[in-house]
């Protein structure tokens, strides 16, 4: 069974910082692309940042505020988050997705973690 559980989310002050954690089982790990997205209310999910055979992106509006990163050793990936702004508030999934075969004949898996709320206000 798989599952992706996030943990770290919570209520901050503007200009604090959290760190989100996921902690992934079911899946051979180090082979899955993981992500963050997040979801305001009445807004759609957008994708905050990537990370992927070392490489990371991220979303403009968090470029320079957040980093994501992962330990395949612990399963593990976690999304640091400085400098947070109200308009950061918002629920944040992990996402896990891998995609293999030929482009006409690919197997894609993909999960999703529950969702923490990160709540930012003064």
């Known amino acids: 069974q798989v599952q992706l559980v996030e943990s770290g989310g919570g209520l901050v002050q503007p200009g604090g910082s959290l760190r989100l954690s996921c902690a992934a089982s079911?899946?051979?790990?180090?082979?899955?692309?993981m992500s963050w997205y997040r979801q305001a209310p009445g807004r759609e999910r957008e994708l905050v940042a990537a990370?992927?055979?070392?490489?990371?992106n991220y979303v403009e509006s968090v470029k320079s505020r957040f980093t994501i990163s992962r330990d395949n050793a612990v399963i593990m990936v976690y999304l640091k988050m400085n400098s947070l702004k109200p308009e950061d508030t918002a629920v944040y999934y992990c996402?896990?997705?891998?995609?293999?075969?030929?482009?006409?004949?690919?197997?894609?898996?993909?999960?999703w973690g529950q969702g923490t709320q990160v709540t930012v206000t003064s």
């Open positions: 990370i992927s055979s070392g490489t990371t």
């Open positions: 079911g899946i051979t790990f180090r082979t899955y692309a």
């Open positions: 996402y896990a997705i891998r995609v293999v075969g030929a482009p006409l004949n690919s197997e894609r898996s993909e999960y």
